[in-house]
């Protein structure tokens, strides 16, 4: 049974829904939809799946993208309707002909519903029986290849009786399930089946014993055609002559003076007291705190010098010469985008974005602009970069904001310091991006303490220390082999005791699919319940992007015992000076994810950390 079948504006007001409904849906499964699919830009799927308490629903929708209208049909997912798309296509031609951008109301659609749901159960009742009934066998076909079989039975049996006398019919009969495999005639099986009778130096065929033995006369003759000589026509009287022994060298030790130390992470003065430097005075200002200067737009132009001396203006938008304008196009359809589309999947790609994201994004791309129409002299090319422009400023750009200086004031004046955890994979610099994340909110006044809780690698609780000390910043630590969890509990403890307005956790880092490890990070989170959790990624990654992020979301809501699990809030994107143009990675991981990138890493020193510019990401992507 239909649940309930809605149209709505792409503005949110709805304009009628179907009267039948019974029951109230559980849960808010429209609303979801709206944020999970339409707004994300994934509304180019087949449909959504929905579970609620106590109920679980699925949801397909269709769009007339030229008056602006969402259909979406809700039905129970255990139903499996076979005439909801038929249904959907229905209403949405009948509907666009009576809308009226002026009317709210469209009570008098209520009729004309009834029979168009009428008309696809039916239709969908007669493809159920039919597909019953099913379709007569051809005898004719299977006849056919009885005697094909047959024929190729009989060749092959001709032409091994005089090598088999022993075997006599028998291999004609174990060969049949080899030559005829779902009615197509294997070449490979025949040619397997002859390997092994192969032909002597004197033209005979060998004998059951040399079964597999390798003819060398054939060999020779077969690389003597390729005009290659082989050790093998090699004269038996000529002698090859040893190969000499390379007689290593012995070293010879530089006699120069030992090089001075060049660890100056731990200066001591001659007192032996350690000379810890302020570096607050020698890095400077955060580049968090400095606006990006955007580049004007003529930078999509280059200037190039012809042959004639003068400087030429050259168009690299790579849309500009590919397709044709279509002049007194009505209606755009699939056939038309599809080569902008492929052009576009295959630029996105090669900015690293992931290709089941780029896929994802054509086919949303595509479902936005089906229908509608086109102006005169409007370039396809343009339309569809346009609406792809719309579509990452509206993925990347957060759904929710996350302004840490202003949540770390609110947890002030609650009288518990502010939590955050740095998770993710194995060197990408969680510990590094911790420390520049420390010197930003040193800058703004707030106490910060450090809790070294990687207790699994060697030399993390050193790393971090050295950090500490530069930064003058307090530093809780247990040594090894403790259990994260319990070390992070205690620091936060510790840092409600001395002031501390902020604990930034560094744990582990882990694979994917290590369970353990990522057992022990979520037992972490759930007993610690941080204000932020933040997956630092690198930017160098493309593909295995999509793959860290969910699969750590995805082992974190399984193996949490609460039954609310806490996923990623944010993302941190490290190495991102190291990219060029590629910064696909950060589409792929915000689309997959939903959390917004929070901080960019772009170099060494403490003051290379900086915000995510939208307008560069997708002006890089696109260009």
């Known amino acids: 049974m239909l649940e309930q079948l809605l149209i709505f504006t792409r503005g949110g007001l709805i304009l009628w829904t179907c009267k039948e409904i019974g029951n109230a849906l559980r849960g808010s499964p429209i609303d979801t939809l709206i944020r999970s699919c339409l707004l994300e830009e994934r509304s180019g799927a ?76 039916a239709r969908a009742e007669e493809m159920k029986k039919s597909k019953q009934v099913g379709k007569p066998v051809n005898n004719n076909l299977v006849k056919k290849q009885g005697q094909v079989m047959k024929g190729s039975m009989d ?43 192969m032909v002597n130096s004197n033209g005979k065929e060998n004998g059951s014993s040399n079964v597999g033995a390798f003819d060398v006369n054939k060999l020779q003759k077969i690389r003597g055609k390729g005009g290659k000589k082989t050790d093998a026509t090699v004269n038996k009287g000529s002698k090859v002559e040893p190969k000499k022994k390379v007689v290593k060298k012995n070293r010879v030790w530089d006699d120069s003076p030992i090089e001075p130390k060049l660890d100056f992470t731990d200066p001591v003065s001659e007192n032996g007291e350690e000379n810890i430097a302020i570096v607050a005075a020698d890095q400077g200002e955060s580049m968090m705190d400095k606006e ?108 929710r904001s996350i302004d840490i200086l202003r949540d770390v004031h609110a947890a002030q004046e609650q009288g518990k310091p502010y939590v955050a955890v740095f998770v993710g994979v194995n060197g990408v610099g969680k510990s590094t991006n911790l420390a520049k994340v420390a010197y930003w909110l040193q800058q703004h006044k707030i106490k910060v303490m450090m809790a070294a809780c990687d207790t699994f690698r060697s030399g993390a609780v050193e790393q971090l220390r050295t950090h500490a000390r530069r930064l003058q910043i307090p530093i809780f630590e247990k040594g090894y082999e403790k259990d994260p969890a319990i070390v992070a509990k205690e620091a936060i403890q510790e840092a409600s005791r001395n002031g501390s307005d902020v604990v930034l956790v560094d744990t582990a880092g882990r694979m994917q699919d290590n369970e353990p490890l990522m057992r022990a990070l979520s037992k972490l989170i759930y007993v610690n319940s941080p204000d932020l959790i933040l997956f630092v990624g690198e930017a160098l990654v493309g593909n295995d992007a999509v793959d860290q992020l969910s699969k750590f979301n995805q082992k974190l809501a399984d193996l949490s015992p609460s039954p609310n699990p806490r996923l990623i809030d944010g993302i941190l994107l490290t190495k991102f000076d190291t990219i060029d143009d590629k910064v696909g990675a950060a589409l792929s991981m915000v689309y997959i994810s939903g959390a917004p990138v929070m901080f960019v890493g772009c170099g060494q020193s403490y003051t290379d950390l900086k915000k995510l510019n939208v307008k560069s990401i997708v002006k890089t992507l696109l260009k």
């Open 292 to 399: 990006e200067i955007m580049s004007s737009e003529s930078e999509s132009e280059e200037e190039d010098i012809g042959k004639n001396g003068k400087v030429e203006t050259k168009n690299k938008g790579w849309f500009s010469s590919m397709f044709q304008s279509i002049a007194g196009k009505s209606n755009l359809e699939k056939a038309d985008l599809k080569p902008a589309l492929k052009a576009l999947k295959d630029r996105l790609m090669t900015k690293n974005v992931a290709e089941e994201i780029a896929e994802k994004l054509c086919e949303s791309v595509a479902a936005s602009l089906e229908g509608k129409k086109l102006a005169s002299f409007t370039r396809i090319s343009s339309t569809v970069q346009a609406a792809m422009e719309e579509a990452l400023v509206r993925i990347l750009t957060p759904r």
């Open 155 to 197: 060749g092959s049996n001709k032409k091994n009786s005089g090598g088999d006398s022993e075997n006599g019919g028998g291999d004609g009969e174990n060969l049949k399930g080899h030559l005829l495999e779902n009615g197509n005639f294997n070449k490979n099986h025949v040619i397997n089946r002859e390997l092994p009778r």
């Open 46 to 121: 087949a449909s959504y799946n929905y579970d609620a308490p106590g109920a679980s629903y699925t949801l397909k929708w269709t769009f007339h993208n030229e008056l602006g209208l969402v259909f979406v049909a809700v039905y129970q997912r255990i139903l499996h309707l076979l005439y909801v798309d038929d249904l959907l296509a229905m209403v949405k031609r009948e509907f666009s002909e009576i809308y009226d951008p002026k009317r709210t109301s469209y009570s008098d659609f209520d009729d004309i519903f009834q029979q168009l749901k009428k008309e696809a159960e």
